[in-house]
């Protein structure tokens, strides 16, 4: 009969012990690989949806909430999304950040305000869910920093209404499978929440279209925090009609093509968030916003203007040519057309012609600073020119939306100074 000696087996048990401890290595290994994997997909998620920009203040530790938020009836202030187990969302189970994310619903029951942009969040798929939950809990340091409460009164204050207004204006889980093969789509209505700006607001503040299927009031402009965002639709002059693919590509990396530049919150949205993503995510954005139709007037090309010549020629005989020849015409040059990603043109500039022109004016008042980007690095800056008065700064504003083409209706220095008054810069020269 056969028998192994000692030596023999010990030898094979070894072995084997030293073959199942390498597997499990590989397991582990494997395992912790695949949840870098996941918090590194999050964190994509999370620089897609500009999480930050709203949960951080200037200076404050990343995510930990505070940051000041205007609405119509009073200032709220946004919360700490760390993983802290005390006032951050450490406790959250993914079921409830999905609730919290999707249908604006806080862990204890209550209901968030729909400045929360969840809405638009529930189009997140649940693969871009679990990613985003994985880095907010493994991938972002906890910071121990108290909620704020908001500066809204009593009665406005209660939240319960907020469920009833969560059933007539917000999808819910309804939208969560919606499909993610339009990979634009996708971005600008979901995780890129761009319609919570660019959509106009009804009398609940609710926005008026979530997706382009409902219509074409979605992304044609709308006004947020005293700054009109201009329409994204395809419109020839304030909208998007007459840029390329390829240049709003380059906007949303650089914040800044031959044709304008950004200002206002929108320098957060590509400082934070579209800087940093994929060229292939936001050529699909691109292209998905070229796909909408026009949905408004056209203040442009009106054909036979010389505003050039006059200005060229020493003729100010146009209001506010020659506060624009004084303050405006060195940069921007006597044609209008600025120089290429330095200093934006004004002659069809999108940003100059809407009906609105509460940006148009908030920039002159207070001035402007181009986002500083990887792609772009140096932030050129327009001062403001709230010195002007009044009326003023709404003809040299009419001047501009008035020449080399341009056809938008002239600023009333009424305009101006409720613009003044709302956000107090400083006061006009007697």
């Not at 200032?75 to 609730?99: E, K, L, V």
């Not at 994204?232 to 949303?252: A, I, T």
């Not at 100010?316 to 290429?340: I, K, M, N, W």
């Amino acid at each position: 009969m056969f028998s192994k000696s000692p030596t023999t087996v010990t030898a094979f048990f070894l072995a084997a012990l030293a073959w199942s401890a390498s597997a499990h290595a590989e397991i582990d290994l494997a395992a912790t690989k695949a949840e870098a994997a996941l918090i590194e997909a999050g964190r994509k998620v999370a620089v897609a949806g500009d999480c930050i920009a709203c949960h951080t203040v200037p200076g404050g530790k990343p995510y930990a909430g505070g940051l000041a938020m205007e609405t119509p009836i009073g200032t709220i202030y946004s919360t700490n999304i760390t993983p802290d187990a005390t006032t951050g969302i450490g406790p959250y189970s993914y079921d409830d950040f999905a609730a919290a994310l999707r249908r604006g619903v806080a862990k204890d029951g209550h209901n968030l305000y729909p400045a929360m942009p969840y809405p638009s969040y529930a189009r997140v798929s649940d693969a871009d869910m679990r990613a985003l939950y994985a880095y907010f809990m493994d991938g972002v340091d906890a910071v121990d920093q108290p909620n704020r409460g908001s500066d809204i009164p009593w009665p406005l204050s209660m939240r319960w209404p907020l469920g009833v207004w969560n059933m007539a204006f917000a999808p819910g889980e309804a939208v969560k499978a919606v499909s993610i093969a339009d990979r634009g789509a996708y971005l600008v209505e979901g995780l890129g929440h761009c319609g919570s700006c660019h959509t106009p607001r009804g009398i609940a503040f609710q926005e008026k279209a979530l997706s382009a299927a409902d219509g074409p009031q979605f992304l044609g402009g709308g006004m947020i925090d005293g700054w009109f965002a201009k329409s994204l639709r395809n419109d020839v002059g304030h909208g998007m009609g007459d840029w390329s693919e390829d240049e709003l590509v380059e906007f949303l990396k650089t914040g800044r093509n031959a044709r304008t530049a950004a200002f206002g919150g929108m320098t957060e949205v590509i400082t934070h968030s579209t800087q940093a993503m994929d060229e292939a995510d936001l050529r699909a954005m691109a292209r998905s916003l070229k796909a909408l139709s026009a949905a408004g007037p056209t203040y442009v090309a009106k054909g036979g203007d010389t505003a050039f010549d006059e200005l060229r020629q020493g003729k100010y005989a146009r209001r506010g040519a020659t506060l624009y020849a004084e303050f405006c015409q060195s940069c921007h040059r006597a044609d209008g057309q600025g120089v290429p990603r330095i200093y934006p043109a004004l002659a069809g500039n999108s940003a100059v012609l809407p009906d609105n022109p509460a940006s148009t004016i908030r920039v002159a008042l207070a001035g402007g600073r181009m986002p500083v980007t990887d792609h772009g690095p140096t932030a050129f800056a327009m001062p403001g020119f709230s010195r002007l008065s009044d009326a003023e700064l709404a003809d040299v504003l009419s001047f501009v939306r008035g020449a080399w083409g341009n056809n938008a209706p002239a600023v009333n220095a009424s305009e101006v100074a409720k613009t003044r008054k709302a956000f107090p810069i400083l006061p006009a020269r007697p």
